[in-house]
Each structure stands twice: as C-alpha cells, then as structure tokens.
C-alpha cells in the first residue's frame, strides 16, 4: 500500500430492475470533500497518464462497465511509502473508489475488450475558478525518459 492512498470496496445491489452502487459518502471520508465531477471512456488498450497533482487529490470511482489496470507510484518526498509503486484491476471485476493524493503519480490501462468508464471527483476545479488557472498537472506520459511507464 501507498501511504495516503485510500480505496474502498463498492458493493454492487442487483435486483429484478437493475443494480445500484453507493460510490460516495462523506461521512466515511470526512476530510475529503469533491469540487467537481467528470466521467471518463477509456477504449480497449489505451492508456491514460501517467500524470501526477502538486495540490490536487483525486477520488476515482471504477464501477464498470469495462476493467482497467491502475499502477500508482510515490514520488512524494518524506513519505514513508515513497519510491514504492501499486498495481491492481478495478472496474467491473473489482469496483472500487480510490483517493489519489498529490504527488501521487497515476495511470490506467483499459484492459478489458469494451470500453471502460471511470468517474473522478477530484478535490479542485480543473483550471481553477472560471477555468482560468494553470492546470495542476505533471504530464509524466510526454517524457520519453519517465521512470512511470506502463505496458
């Protein structure tokens, strides 16, 4: 485990009409609060990151439809984790919330043969109020030397 590296198991409900997944509770999460939300498709074999936030956390929710490979690594400095590198499967095999914290790099492959949704709460407004900030991203996928590479 990654210290700060939060994920929650997500029970799937189903019943005659469908299925249900409480994804988020602020009572489980006190200190975590969400400033806005956005859903990703991912296709088959594509890989989105790895990037990593100075300031931002982010709250994943891989319910499915679909199944990614999610690799995290450490890079903050003092952190008793750090250098140390997590790779599960989330989605519909494994639904799952997991809280990313800054400085946290972090990527996700879909891995299973139709397209993979993922939801993201994260703790700041892309590009800040009025979108009018720098985004709070280190873009790892854009160098060539990254030592966050996934397969």
């Known amino acids: 485990?990654?210290?700060?590296?939060i994920i929650k198991n997500i029970n799937k409900y189903e019943d005659e009409r469908g299925w249900l997944m409480e994804v988020f509770r602020s009572d489980e999460l006190d200190d975590?609060?969400?400033?806005?939300?956005?859903?990703?498709?991912?296709?088959?074999?594509?890989?989105?990151?790895?990037?990593?936030?100075?300031?931002?956390?982010?709250a994943f929710i891989f319910s499915g439809p679909g199944n990614f490979s999610?690799?995290?690594?450490?890079?903050?400095d003092?952190?008793?984790?750090?250098?140390?590198?997590?790779e599960f499967e989330?989605?519909?095999?494994?639904?799952?919330?997991?809280?990313?914290?800054?400085?946290?790099?972090?990527a996700y492959k879909c891995i299973s043969e139709e397209a993979a949704q993922s939801i993201n709460l994260p703790n700041k407004l892309y590009k800040g109020k009025g979108k009018r900030e720098t985004v709070d991203e280190i873009r790892w996928e854009n160098n060539l030397d990254s030592p966050y590479k996934i397969k």
Request: some cysteine.
């Open 1 to 5: 485990m990654i210290a700060g590296v």
């Open 32 to 58: 975590f609060k969400p400033a806005m939300a956005y859903v990703s498709l991912t296709k088959p074999g594509v890989i989105r990151g790895p990037h990593e936030h100075v300031n931002q956390t982010d």
């Open 90 to 106: 989330v989605g519909a095999a494994n639904p799952c919330l997991v809280i990313v914290p800054p400085g946290v790099v972090h």
């Open 70 to 76: 999610l690799h995290l690594w450490d890079r903050r």
């Open 78 to 86: 003092g952190s008793l984790t750090r250098d140390e590198k997590m």
